[in-house]
């Protein structure tokens, strides 16, 4: 798997009529899931066939919904497939969102106005995204042990930032959180959605243009292609890296504010195994786990379809079935993704 | 002598180090039943590391441990459960305990070979393979429970094994299979064949296989292996606390692989030791037990964590550097 041919559009003349449709399904096919997993949760509600009537899965106030609570793995996953692209991983960004959700709640309880709250909180998470930097960039800890150290380290700031007694920053004890505070991730600004999702959609239109037109995207996809290739072919690669990890760290902040907004409050724990999702989204978006290959928006599908399906889930079966759908759509998406690089390889 | 003893000898005398001066420091520290708990505490993670560690020596990770305690426990407790409960929870499919053991215990093994299936035949990354069937067996084991637990209508002798006290001592079954454990695994690590080519696999996977060693079937027994152990902990704990609890072993297979790398076991294979893990895990117990000694919030067990790993990996990186000067 080369980068040349990630990056080239051009591709050779001799390919065969069934490359092309192997390479049209390995482009789209993520489309097609999303589509089949709307289809399936609508039909499966359906007790009559008025696919948009309330109740429904096509209810514009469910689609609404649903979009509303994605709104932070949304966030996430264009940074987090840019990483994983150049052939990096971040266990730490539950905890970094946690730990921002936390910061952003304080601020916002002790009368900071939103947009300094705001600001500070994306500042805390260059903070957080620098440390995973420096870590694996400049110290040369392995990405994993790296950044299972800072799942660990923020996970604690985060608690420690909660007084004793108290499961979450909230209102109460003299302190109310502002009126404000929970707009931003639940009331309506354009065809009403909140702020927090337009924000996902703007990180993710950045993050696209950044892995297209610049030269960020390039060289992420050759430090994952092949680090040594690209390190004698003069790139950076520390600074790429260290930057990738950055970008994830204010994703991580973004999405820490959008989750914090939606719920009312800090919460230290609100974003255990936001990571999981994080490589299950990019997987499912076809981004090789050996690094090299992956696009920054079909990663944003993957989250969409994922959402739909755990939200949709919950008019289906009890919510204890959740783990273990999750859980095999990781290894499905995996095991798909060996089986097309596979062949790809064979080609 | 080798880096290895090196590393472990180095990592023994941090904890021992580190001992000393919680003895010193922490009020009520220096007494023989912490010392004692500081082992016995932690026989749960203690064990979990040994096949954690043969899998990191063999280049692979195994996060999916935690899940399989949950899972193992939850289906002993189903399987035993007689089968004319009130309602759904304390209904179970009243097996003998001893079957009930078993079919667990397959559940467990099934769990490892659907880790060594995706990481050997399809060559998918183990920290990904495992990722995923930690949510898989966890999940399952939320599906049976509910969500919660089963702690009702089981029979009488199903609390016996994790509750069995030995040598008119205080310290339980669990802790002496625990010892027994490490032992048997230090004599197959240094001792035996399959020990050193579980070396030789996590060295050069490449060359091992052109030396004509069948690496696929050694990941594939070192994870069933893990899984086993992984299951009767959990058999052990459902036994001890007479319940299935969907959420039992949570982040266990976090704690598993720190005191492994506390440990000096290298991630990316081939150096390592269980001993090495052994003291490992002494040094976050002595960690952890200090800081509550010392009346810090709980909260500080996270970041204590973290910095322990991160001295670890930097001094174990310098002190091998520094040798090799």
């Known amino acids: 798997m080369t980068v040349m041919s990630h990056i080239s559009v051009q591709h050779p003349a001799s390919t065969t009529r069934g490359d092309h449709v192997a390479r049209f399904l390995r482009n789209y096919y993520i489309y097609f899931v999303l589509v089949a997993v709307v ?17 429904n899965f096509l209810n514009p106030s469910n689609i609404i919904n649903i979009l509303r609570v994605s709104a932070p793995l949304l966030t996430l996953a264009g940074a987090f497939t840019l990483l994983m692209v150049s052939g990096y991983i971040d266990l730490s960004v539950g905890s970094a969102m946690s730990l921002s959700a936390v910061v952003y709640a304080l601020l916002a309880i002790n009368g900071v106005p939103f947009l300094a709250a705001f600001g500070i909180t994306i500042l805390v998470g260059v903070g957080l995204g620098a440390i995973n930097g420096f870590l694996v960039a400049r110290l040369k800890i392995t990405p994993v042990i790296a950044t299972l150290i800072t799942l660990s380290l923020y996970k604690g700031v985060a608690l420690l930032l909660v007084q004793d007694g108290v499961s979450a920053i909230k209102s109460g004890g003299g302190l109310s959180m502002p009126g404000w505070f929970n707009s931003y991730g639940r009331e309506g600004v354009l065809v009403g959605l909140p702020m927090a999702f337009w924000v996902a959609v703007l990180v993710t239109i950045v993050l696209v243009i950044a892995q297209d037109r610049t030269l960020l995207g390039k060289y992420a996809a050759a430090t994952g292609g092949n680090p040594t290739a690209a390190k004698l072919s003069g790139i950076n690669t520390t600074r790429i890296v260290f930057l990738l990890y950055v970008i994830v760290g204010v994703s991580a902040a973004l999405a820490g504010i959008a989750r914090s907004s939606f719920m009312s409050l800090g919460d230290p724990l609100s974003g255990d195994g936001m990571e999981l999702s994080a490589i299950l989204v990019v997987l499912l978006g076809g981004t090789a786990f050996s690094g090299g290959e992956g696009r920054v928006l079909r990663s944003f599908v993957g989250a969409l379809i994922i959402m739909a399906l755990t939200v949709g889930m919950l008019t289906l079966v009890p919510a204890y079935y959740q783990t273990l759908v999750l859980g095999s759509a990781l290894l499905a998406a995996a095991a798909s993704n060996h089986l097309i690089s596979r062949k790809e390889k064979a080609s | 002598m080798s880096d290895e003893t090196f590393i472990t000898l180095l990592v023994a005398s941090v904890a021992v180090g580190l001992f000393v001066v919680a003895s010193v420091s922490v009020p009520n520290f220096f007494q023989p039943l912490t010392m004692l708990n500081l082992v016995t505490n932690n026989w749960a993670v203690i064990s979990l590391g040994v096949g954690v560690t043969f899998l990191l020596v063999s280049g692979n990770f195994d996060l999916s441990v935690g899940g399989v305690v949950a899972l193992s426990g939850v289906l002993a407790v189903w399987f035993a459960q007689s089968p004319d409960g009130a309602n759904p929870l304390s209904t179970g499919l009243g097996f003998p305990t001893w079957l009930a053991i078993v079919c667990a215990l397959g559940g467990a093994l099934a769990i490892g070979g659907l880790n060594a299936f995706f990481v050997v035949r399809l060559s998918v990354p183990s920290i990904i393979v495992t ?40 310290v339980k079954l669990p802790v002496v299979l625990m010892v027994i454990l490490v032992v048997v695994a230090v004599f197959i690590e240094k001792k035996t064949v399959f020990g050193r080519l579980t070396y030789w696999a996590g060295e050069n996977a490449v060359a091992a296989r052109l030396s004509g060693i069948d690496t696929a079937k050694h990941v594939t027994y070192l994870y069933l292996f893990s899984a086993a152990i992984a299951g009767t902990v959990g058999i052990l704990l459902a036994s001890e606390f007479k319940s299935g609890f969907s959420n039992r072993g949570t982040l266990m297979e976090f704690d598993a692989l720190v005191i492994a790398l506390l440990g000096g076991v290298a991630i990316a294979g081939g150096f390592g030791s269980v001993v090495g893990m052994f003291f490992g895990a002494l040094i976050l117990a002595v960690v952890t037990s200090a800081a509550t000694g010392m009346i810090l919030s709980p909260d500080w067990q996270f970041i204590l964590k973290a910095i322990a790993v991160f001295l670890a990996i930097t001094t174990q990186t310098w002190a091998l550097a520094w040798r090799h000067r």
């Open chain 1, 39 to 55: 289809v399936v949760l609508s039909v499966a509600n359906l007790d009559r066939f008025d696919l948009f009537e309330r109740g």
């Open chain 2, 131 to 170: 990722l995923g069937t930690m949510m898989v067996a966890r999940g399952i084991a939320q599906v049976i429970t509910q969500g919660s637990q089963r702690n009702t209508n089981l029979p009488d002798d199903f609390g016996m094994l994790g509750n069995l006290t030995m040598f008119g001592t205080s």
